[in-house]
């Protein structure tokens, strides 16, 4: 099973401030399968992006994701009010998929 | 508009069996894996089960072996989860998810007695 970890924890930025998330995974993901989530209290993941670095379909482009083999990172650019969440890491192959344990980002 | 709206959740007693239904909409569903997932109360997201676009293949995690049944009905556009054997540890929230076209708004599970 591959293990992704998610750091750090908590993220504790200003609004208009950069937020830089990490996913690491214990074994090489391939970029197809890498993808983030937000969540926010009481509802359900929204899916930000999919293979690695594509955007899903009405995310804003101050979310962006890159990376490969066994980092990938999430870049929100200029943090908007609404982008205070929590953001989980995916990794999918064709037989199983696990997420990381979630980074929750805060207003500071 | 993508849509994916899970039904049948509820409270069941432990032992207890429950069909959990999701109805996509707004993507070639018989096009795309798809998948349910959980979340406990205060936890993380975990993966339940994931089924090929023609319900050749069917994956699950460890704990729901022998228990759960991930199915699909293309020409309905629906995707199905069969629970049997229902423990206290499967109350959570069940997502039907989409790894490319999003995810529903949950259907909640409790197991009690």
């Known amino acids: 099973e591959i293990v992704l970890t998610q750091s750090p924890g908590t993220l504790s930025l200003s609004p208009g401030e950069r937020a830089t998330l990490s996913c690491r995974a214990s074994q090489s993901v391939s970029n197809t399968y890498l993808g983030w989530y937000q969540q926010k209290p009481g509802q359900a993941p929204r899916l930000l992006i999919y293979?690695?670095?594509r955007r899903a379909t009405g995310i804003p482009d101050r979310f962006s994701g890159s990376g490969s083999g066994t980092d990938f990172t999430l870049t929100i650019s200029r943090l908007e009010p609404e982008d205070f969440a929590v953001y989980y890491c995916?990794?999918?192959?064709?037989?199983?998929?696990?997420f990381g344990q979630g980074t929750k980002v805060e207003i500071k | 508009e993508v849509q994916l709206v899970e039904s049948g959740g509820g409270l069941v007693q432990p032992g207890g069996s429950l069909r959990l239904s999701c109805v996509a909409s707004?993507?070639?569903?018989?096009?795309?894996?798809m998948n349910w997932v959980r979340q406990a109360p205060g936890k993380g997201l975990e993966w339940v089960a994931s089924i090929k676009t023609d319900g050749s293949e069917k994956y699950y995690v460890d704990s729901v072996k022998g228990r759960f049944t991930i199915s699909r009905d293309n020409a309905k556009n629906s995707l199905y989860l069969q629970m049997s054997s229902l423990r206290a540890e499967d109350t959570a929230v069940y997502y039907c998810?989409?790894?490319?076209?999003?995810w529903g708004q949950g259907t909640m599970v409790a197991v009690s007695s």
């Open positions: 995916q990794q999918y192959s064709s037989s199983s998929c696990t």
């Open positions: 293979a690695a670095s």
């Open positions: 707004g993507f070639k569903f018989s096009n795309y894996w």
């Open positions: 998810a989409s790894n490319t076209n999003g």
